[in-house]
């Protein structure tokens, strides 16, 4: 039995194996193209009234943020993985590292209210829908439930981002409760 198994295999191995690297392949490539022809979100096909009304409404203004602190962006929004130098890992960054240095004043982006204090960090809700999540600070000034306006210091960079090291403050901002790459509204007023 054992003898016309090896037999089995030395003659139609080399075919299973790449029969079975033809499938990997078809399914992989398939897989991809289903979520690429996917509609993101609730996004919907509209009928051709809705389309028309659709390319005459205007859209509303995107959200004006200021910049949470002065440094440059280090880290920038990322869906795919990326390697962070300083623990090794490889994940997603769905947020901006900003270079900062310990007691540079972390700002807040926009008015709102402060809605959770963290070791290490602050979460502030906009007025205008969007969630702000703030790690990498030293000190917290603000407390849960405060109402601030934009530029207002919530405390000091300083702490450490897990994962990511010093000398960075590291932002995500949330639009209905997903996070977004909001590098394009900061100071959008100014341009």
Known sequence: MMKKAEMLL????????????????LLSALWTRREEAQLPGDAAVLSDESQRM??????????????????????????KPVLFPASGVWMIHPALDFAAAAGDKILAM??????????????????NGLTCLYR???EVFVQEGQRVRAGECLGLAGGNVPLEGDGRVCVAVLSDGEKTDFEKWLDAGEK
Do not use: H, M, N
Not at 15 to 25: F, G, S
Not at 54 to 77: K, M, Q, W, Y
């Open 136 to 138: 990498g600070l030293s």
């Open 54 to 79: 659709a390319d005459v409404t205007t859209s509303p203004a995107p959200p004006e943020l200021i910049r949470p602190v002065g440094g440059e962006v280090i880290t920038g929004f990322s869906e």
């Open 110 to 127: 926009g008015d709102g209210t402060v809605s959770a204090i963290q070791e290490g960090g602050a979460a502030l809700t906009l007025e």
């Open 10 to 25: 030395e003659k139609w191995g080399p075919y299973a194996l790449a029969l079975l690297c033809a499938a990997v392949i």
